[in-house]
Each structure stands twice: as structure tokens, then as C-alpha cells.
């Protein structure tokens, strides 16, 4: 298939490329990019436009993140390869992993959240009642990589695996069993922890999308990663610096 130009205005920093081969592009997004045009803004500042101008060619969008979240997506160079992701992802032959930076800690080092979700009032998902008619199945697996404390306040470092893909699931899921995501406008407000104060390094939904496993053409899995974001990164630095460590249990 030939290559489209694209003519959108405008500039932009660079995008982050890091994977790039004949069927996808894969790209560190930035926390506050919306992958897709977002209403009432200019269409050309989202992520895939953005990406589209630096390569000078179209994309297909495969799947999203949160637009305040960080990290890998992963986007399609043609229709057959559109295709065969859309229906990887579809049937849930995609591995994904994200990180975390929540409230408290888990009530178990590694485990698995089962509860199926809802859409709910204002574009925001809520936890299922049981038997509720419009429940969608949601199955989130965890782990808990580090944990901090100070002044009696915790915070833990979690990995997400999701298994499904609803809206909002890993934020839903987390806040569901105490540990809601740091800084996260929709699922956390009134639930951080006093001593994250005006000296916390970042303070936007510290959620990053680390981690994608896809099947390749030829059957074998093509593995993407995408480094934790800078000011996460500095967030971990500082509870290193700043924070106490906690033991496993």
C-alpha cells in the first residue's frame, strides 16, 4: 500500500518511536495526549495526528489509553495489520501490563480482581451490582513491586495486568479494593494520602502503560516495552529519597 501524506499544521516535540517495522508503529505517549481527537479540541493535537505529521503517513488506531495516563501505544501501518491486531485484542490474545502508583497497599503481595463493571453517569465506570443487568465481565491480576511510608501514609508501586478491556477497568478495579491510583481526578479524589503535599514531584494520574505482548505474523510474540515516564520516574526517586521502604511481607 502506498504511503498517504499528511498535511496537518501546526508543531510539535517529537514523539518517542520505539518499535517500528512494516506492519505497526509503537510510541511513548505522553501523559495528557489523547490518542484519538478529543471534542471541543484541535483534532491535529492528538496523539495519532501528531505521530501521523512526524512520519508522514496515515495510521490506524488499534487500541487507547488514558488520556492522562502514560506510556506504549501501539499503532497499525495498514489495514492488514489493523486487522489482525484489532482481532488480537478483540479475543484477548494481547498481553498488556501497566504500573501503578496507589493509596495504601493491596490486601495480598499478588492476586486477582474478578468484578464485573458498569458504565456509570458522566463517562466514568462503577463496580457492578450483583446480577445487575448491563454488568460486563472484568478480571484484573496484580502485583505489588515496592512499597513506601511516612508520617503513617502508604504508597505502593503496583503492576496491572489486565485481562479484559473495559473502560476505566484498572482504575475501577484498584480503587475497588482500597488502593486507588495516585492523583486520579475521577477515581481517587478525597483519598490520597495527606503527606503527598505540594512537594511531590508529580501529580497527574500516575498511571503508565509499560508493557504490550502481540502475536507476530510468523505465530512468535512481539514484545513492547515503554520506559516509565519521566515524571514518574521522579515520583519513584523522591518516595526513594523522601519515604521510608517497606519490607515485603
Same mark, same amino acid.
Given at each position: 500500500?502506498?504511503?498517504?501524506?499528511? /498535511?496537518?499544521?501546526?508543531?510539535?516535540?517529537?514523539?518517542?518511536?520505539?518499535?517500528?517495522?512494516?506492519?505497526?508503529? @509503537?510510541?511513548?505517549?505522553?501523559?495528557?495526549?489523547?490518542?484519538?481527537?478529543?471534542?471541543?479540541?484541535?483534532?491535529?493535537?492528538?496523539?495519532?495526528?501528531?505521530?501521523?505529521?512526524?512520519?508522514?503517513?496515515?495510521?490506524?488506531?488499534?487500541?487507547?489509553?488514558?488520556?492522562?495516563?502514560?506510556?506504549?501505544?501501539?499503532?497499525?501501518?495498514?489495514?492488514?495489520?489493523?486487522?489482525?491486531?484489532?482481532?488480537?485484542?478483540?479475543?484477548?490474545?494481547?498481553?498488556?501490563?501497566?504500573?501503578?502508583?496507589?493509596?495504601?497497599?493491596?490486601? @495480598?503481595?499478588?492476586?486477582?480482581?474478578?468484578?464485573?463493571?458498569?458504565?456509570?453517569?458522566?463517562?466514568?465506570?462503577?463496580?457492578?451490582?450483583?446480577?445487575?443487568?448491563?454488568?460486563?465481565? @472484568?478480571?484484573?491480576?496484580?502485583?505489588?513491586?515496592?512499597?513506601?511510608?511516612?508520617?503513617?501514609? +502508604?504508597?505502593?508501586?503496583?503492576?496491572?495486568?489486565?485481562?479484559?478491556?473495559?473502560?476505566?477497568?484498572?482504575?475501577?478495579?484498584?480503587?475497588?479494593?482500597?488502593?486507588?491510583?495516585?492523583?486520579?481526578?475521577?477515581?481517587?479524589?478525597?483519598?490520597?494520602?495527606?503527606?503527598?503535599? /505540594?512537594?511531590?514531584?508529580?501529580?497527574?494520574?500516575?498511571?503508565?502503560?509499560?508493557?504490550?505482548? +502481540?502475536?507476530?505474523?510468523?505465530?512468535?510474540?512481539?514484545? +513492547?516495552?515503554?520506559?516509565?515516564?519521566?515524571?514518574?520516574?521522579? +515520583?519513584?526517586?523522591?518516595?526513594?529519597?523522601?519515604?521510608?521502604?517497606?519490607?515485603?511481607?
Amino acid at each position: 500500500m502506498s504511503e498517504s501524506p499528511v /498535511n496537518d499544521s501546526g508543531s510539535s516535540r517529537p514523539l518517542a518511536i520505539l518499535h517500528e517495522d512494516d506492519d505497526l508503529v @509503537a510510541v511513548s505517549k505522553p501523559a495528557g495526549m489523547p490518542v484519538i481527537p478529543a471534542r471541543g479540541e484541535p483534532p491535529g493535537e492528538c496523539l495519532r495526528r501528531r505521530l501521523e505529521r512526524q512520519l508522514g503517513r496515515r495510521l490506524l488506531v488499534v487500541h487507547r489509553i488514558d488520556r492522562d495516563a502514560s506510556g506504549l501505544v501501539v499503532f497499525a501501518r495498514g489495514p492488514g495489520a489493523h486487522r489482525a491486531m484489532s482481532l488480537a485484542f478483540e479475543h484477548r490474545r494481547v498481553e498488556k501490563t501497566y504500573v501503578a502508583f496507589v493509596a495504601g497497599a493491596p490486601p @495480598a503481595d499478588e492476586g486477582e480482581i474478578d468484578a464485573a463493571l458498569h458504565a456509570a453517569r458522566k463517562g466514568k465506570t462503577r463496580p457492578a451490582r450483583s446480577g445487575e443487568p448491563g454488568g460486563q465481565d @472484568a478480571l484484573t491480576g496484580y502485583r505489588v513491586l515496592r512499597r513506601w511510608h511516612r508520617d503513617g501514609s +502508604l504508597v505502593s508501586l503496583v503492576e496491572a495486568r489486565p485481562r479484559t478491556g473495559r473502560h476505566h477497568q484498572i482504575r475501577v478495579h484498584l480503587r475497588s479494593i482500597g488502593t486507588p491510583i495516585l492523583f486520579d481526578p475521577l477515581y481517587g479524589r478525597g483519598l490520597m494520602p495527606e503527606t503527598l503535599g /505540594n512537594d511531590t514531584p508529580c501529580r497527574r494520574l500516575a498511571l503508565h502503560a509499560r508493557r504490550l505482548e +502481540l502475536p507476530g505474523r510468523d505465530g512468535g510474540p512481539v514484545v +513492547l516495552e515503554a520506559p516509565l515516564a519521566g515524571d514518574l520516574a521522579d +515520583l519513584q526517586e523522591w518516595l526513594d529519597r523522601a519515604w521510608e521502604g517497606v519490607s515485603a511481607r
